[in-house]
């Protein structure tokens, strides 16, 4: 059975269906030029097509326990993506990754979702450790962990080639037991 996540009254997270894929490409295309300055995909989704490619590579994915992936439905329209990019079943960690359209910026839906796929890690999955590594400048995304109770644990120099440039990352930790300790 597919697993969907209730962060506060008006936002829930759905894996992603191949029926998603014009409503995806619609907000990749619409955030296309917000988007590619922290994210290496964008220039690569260039239709509907790329983005049923992508829903199927996700959900191929989560089948084999590597990842899960999920839309965020907000006032019944898909605002955004957030997820496990990957899941390490032997070592019982997972990185989380996300981003928003423009409209649903600034009004605490990811900090929801991403509390949310915490909930879903420590206690679902039965997780020890999730991690977030954010671009050091991007400020918005280092916001999530920082307000999530995650600690910086350091940075990885040039860790990403995004846009034509090598993008830092503060990579942020959030251990089982302490998540726990702060409910
Ligand atoms: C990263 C990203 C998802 C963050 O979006 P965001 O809207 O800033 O994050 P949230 O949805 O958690 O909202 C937080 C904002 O809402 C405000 N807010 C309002 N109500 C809130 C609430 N109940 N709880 C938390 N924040 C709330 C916060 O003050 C904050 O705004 P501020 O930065 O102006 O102070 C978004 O900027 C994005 O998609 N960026 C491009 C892609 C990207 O960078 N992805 C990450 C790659 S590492």
Same mark, same amino acid.
């Given at each position: 059975m597919e697993v969907v996540l209730k962060a506060g009254r008006a936002l829930e997270l759905r894996p992603l269906r191949l029926a998603d894929a014009r409503a995806l490409f619609a907000q990749v295309d619409a955030n296309r030029a917000r988007l590619r300055r922290w994210l290496p995909w964008p220039d690569a989704n260039l239709s509907p097509t790329d983005s049923r490619a992508y829903i199927l590579q996700m959900r191929t994915q989560a089948k084999a326990g590597l990842g899960q992936t999920f839309g965020l439905w907000w006032k019944d329209q898909l605002v955004g993506v957030a997820g496990?990019?990957?899941?390490?079943g032997a070592n019982h960690s997972a990185a989380v990754g996300y981003w928003l359209a423009e409209e649903a910026q600034g009004r605490g839906l990811m900090t929801a979702a991403v509390s949310a796929l915490l909930r879903h890690g420590f206690h @679902? &999955? @039965? &997780?020890n450790r999730i991690e977030i590594r954010a671009g050091l400048r991007n400020r918005r995304s280092r916001a999530i962990p920082e307000r999530l109770g995650f600690?910086?644990?350091g940075t990885l120099r040039q860790a990403e080639w995004v846009s034509g440039r090598y993008v830092d990352h503060a990579v942020y930790g959030l251990l089982a037991a302490a998540w726990k300790a702060r409910r």
């Open positions: 496990f990019n990957w899941i390490d @679902g &999955l @039965g &997780l600690r910086r644990e």
